[in-house]
C-alpha cells in the first residue's frame, strides 16, 4: 500500500511541475489571424480581413492586413435586390492589460485580457453607402474601431479570441452596427 501511495504522490508532483512550466515569450513572434466570415442564403455576406502580426513585446502587438466585404440580396417584397463590393486595409494595436491569468485564477477563464484599436480605410460603394444625391461611384470611410476581450489559448502557439469592438467613428456611411463582435483563431509561429 505504501508503494501505492509514494507512485501516487510522485505523480501528481510530476504533474504539478508540468502545469507550472513558463510559456515560451512572443517577444518578436509573428502571428496570423485568418478572419473569414460566410453568410448565405437571401442574403449573402462573405467577409475576408486576414491579418499578420507581430508581438513588439509580451504585451504589445500590432498588424496590418487586407480586408474585403461582398454582400448582396435576392429581391422581396419588403427589401430592393442589390450587390455591393467593399475592399481596403486595416491595421491594429492591442495591449495586454492581464497576461497568463490561468497561473492566478481558480478556473481556466481566459489566458490574456486586452484593450484593442483598430484603423480601416475601406472603398465603399457609393451607391448603397452613400446618399442618393452623391453623384461617386466609391466613397472612403475611415472606422475606427475600439474596444477590447480575452484570448484562451489552446496549446503553445494557438489561441481563441473574444472581442467587442465600437465603431467611433460611426456615420451614415458606416458598414458596422455597434457593438462589434468577433470571435478569432490564432496561429502564433
Not at 449573402?44 to 440580396?73: A, F, K, M
Request: charged share 15%; proline share 5%.
Amino acid at each position: 500500500m505504501k508503494k501505492y501511495f509514494f507512485l501516487l504522490l510522485l505523480a501528481l508532483c510530476s504533474l504539478q511541475a508540468l502545469a507550472q512550466e513558463e510559456m515560451p515569450s512572443r517577444k518578436g513572434k509573428i502571428f496570423f489571424i485568418p478572419e473569414l466570415w460566410l453568410s448565405f442564403g437571401s442574403r449573402t455576406y462573405i467577409e475576408l480581413g486576414p491579418l499578420v502580426g507581430y508581438h513588439v513585446n509580451d504585451r504589445l502587438s500590432v498588424g496590418l492586413g487586407p480586408h474585403y466585404i461582398y454582400q448582396s440580396q435576392r429581391a422581396s417584397p419588403y427589401y430592393p435586390a442589390y450587390e455591393t463590393h467593399t475592399w481596403g486595409i486595416k491595421s491594429f494595436g492591442r495591449f495586454a492589460l492581464l497576461t497568463n491569468a490561468e497561473q492566478f485564477l481558480p478556473i481556466k477563464l481566459f489566458s490574456d485580457l486586452f484593450v484593442h484599436v483598430e484603423y480601416e480605410a475601406l472603398s465603399l460603394d457609393g451607391s448603397y453607402y452613400g446618399s442618393p444625391s452623391l453623384e461617386q461611384d466609391r466613397i472612403w470611410y475611415h472606422a475606427l474601431l475600439v474596444g477590447g476581450g480575452f484570448n484562451q489559448r489552446v496549446g503553445m502557439y494557438n489561441s481563441v479570441s473574444f472581442m467587442v469592438l465600437w465603431d467611433v467613428n460611426g456615420t451614415a456611411s458606416t458598414p458596422y452596427s455597434n457593438p462589434i463582435f468577433r470571435i478569432g483563431f490564432n496561429t502564433f509561429f
